[in-house]
């Protein structure tokens, strides 16, 4: 390590920053995406759903051939692309049978479209706190929100780490409720030798732009049910214009969608999946370089990883103890970012205190789904009723995205160094 760097005055104070270059952008499409999709696009068939009991409810060439390689890959018995995750989780939601008025318990800490998706089937979101260490849904609080109301447990594997499943798998054993995983940014990290987001009813994955390998838009949700299989291919597919002919007799939910996802999507999405596991390597290396180059800075926890799981790193999570460093959260992310760290963000969502959620106005302007009788209680979204993700998000969480750049390992030696000289002159930050 580069002692001299780490004593030069601090770039926020004036002095000379740590990094001076432009780190590369993270791309994982090339020549093979390109081809695949030129190849669709020459075909003239860009889409070939017909949203009715035929054998093109099942889509397309293309469509059909990644799901069977994303079931082998994930190891799993069905999996059914969608337009986006976002669809992938109304279609998840409505598929398990929530019913209106079902209470769906939640992570905070997560992008706002878990909760939502709950919202969709006029459902009541109820939001458990999480673990400080992996932040996904903590189960101690999951059983504590539990009412005769809850159907269901939505959690969410977040910045790239599995939940808890042993333990979530045995609450909603005992409670007789159903669990979707909402792995969009963990595809590829492993619990207990399976895939994160194959442990539960259903789970899946995102495929936009952002997340480790990419479709533009896009989503895969996987199960190993059969019911739940052709419900999720229903919702997906205009269900109700199909039931009669497929001889579904339970029309719950049955209200469809057109939630397709097209050809050259997937056919770009078929040469992203073979690459996933060499893309998920390079980030678990730039972060264990991360790690190992950080570990000794004091009040400074990095991202664990629990016994029998892997990580995918989709985001470098560290928390501050603000109490030990004595400078607050805003002040050293600044320090950070002048010596030319980029991708650091304070904090993270609690999707709780959206105001959606602080008003309660959702569909139409009275409050529904509530103030309507559907809605079996009164429902708290004040702040206070999940400390460990407002504390992080208030004041000691810190990310460093790592779905931006593609980091050398010259690069994480300039972070490395960046961090350094930051904790070293930290009293100057006073
Ligand atoms: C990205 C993301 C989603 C939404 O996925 P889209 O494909 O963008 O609709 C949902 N949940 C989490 C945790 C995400 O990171």
């Given at each position: 390590m580069n002692v001299i760097v780490e004593l030069e005055k601090l770039a926020l104070l004036g002095g000379p920053k740590v990094i001076n270059k432009i780190f590369d952008r993270y791309n994982p499409i090339g020549q093979e995406e390109v081809l695949a999709a030129k190849n669709v696009v020459e075909s003239g068939v860009l889409s070939k759903f017909l949203?009715?009991?035929?054998?093109?409810f099942f889509g397309g060439a293309k469509v059909q051939e990644f799901e069977r390689q994303c079931e082998t890959y994930f190891g799993v018995k069905h999996a059914i692309t969608v337009n986006s995750w976002t669809s992938g989780l109304i279609a998840a939601v409505g598929a398990v049978g929530i019913e209106p008025g079902d209470e769906v318990i939640v992570s905070?800490?997560?992008?706002c479209a878990s909760a939502t998706a709950i919202l969709h089937w006029n459902a009541i979101p109820v939001f458990a706190d999480i673990e400080s260490?992996?932040?996904?849904?903590d189960p101690k609080s999951v059983e504590a929100n539990i009412t005769p109301y809850t159907k269901a447990i939505m959690t969410v594997d977040i910045f790239g780490h599995s939940s808890n499943m042993d333990e979530l798998n045995t609450i909603a054993k005992k409670y007789n409720l159903k669990i979707i995983t909402d792995t969009a940014q963990a595809p590829g990290a492993l619990y207990k030798g399976r895939y994160?987001?194959?442990?539960?009813?259903v789970g899946g994955y995102s495929l936009n732009?952002?997340?480790?390998?990419?479709?533009g838009e896009g989503g895969i949700l996987v199960t190993n049910d059969d019911e739940i299989a052709d419900r999720l291919r229903l919702i997906r597919n205009h269900a109700e214009a199909v039931v009669a002919d497929m001889g579904v007799?339970?029309?719950?939910?049955?209200?469809?969608?057109?939630f397709r996802l097209g050809e050259i999507e997937c056919a770009i999405g078929i040469e992203q999946l073979k690459k996933l596991d060499k893309l998920v390597a390079s980030r678990r290396k730039t972060a264990e370089s991360l790690t190992a180059g950080l570990?000794?800075?004091?009040g400074l926890q990095l991202p664990e990883v629990m016994p029998d799981c892997t990580h995918s790193y989709y985001v470098y999570s560290m928390v501050l103890d603000i109490n030990t460093l004595g400078v607050s959260r805003q002040r050293i992310c600044e320090a950070l970012e002048a010596e030319g760290v980029v991708g650091l963000a304070g904090g993270y969502t609690n999707?709780?205190?959206?105001p959606m959620y602080q008003k309660k106005i959702?569909?139409?302007?009275?409050?529904?789904p509530w103030t309507s009788?559907?809605?079996?209680r009164e429902v708290s979204y004040e702040k206070g009723i999940c400390p460990v993700a407002e504390e992080l998000h208030d004041s000691t969480y810190l990310a460093m995205a790592m779905c931006m750049h593609q980091l050398s390992s010259d690069d994480v030696n300039l972070i490395i160094q960046a961090f350094r000289k930051v904790w070293a002159q930290m009293e100057s930050l006073k």
């Open positions: 949203g009715c009991w035929d054998p093109d905070p800490w997560t992008m260490k992996t932040f996904c849904l994160a987001g194959t442990l539960s009813d732009y952002h997340k480790h390998i990419h479709t007799t339970n029309l719950s939910n049955m209200v469809g969608y057109n570990k000794d800075l004091r999707v709780h205190l959206l959702a569909y139409g302007s009275n409050g529904f009788d559907i809605c079996h």
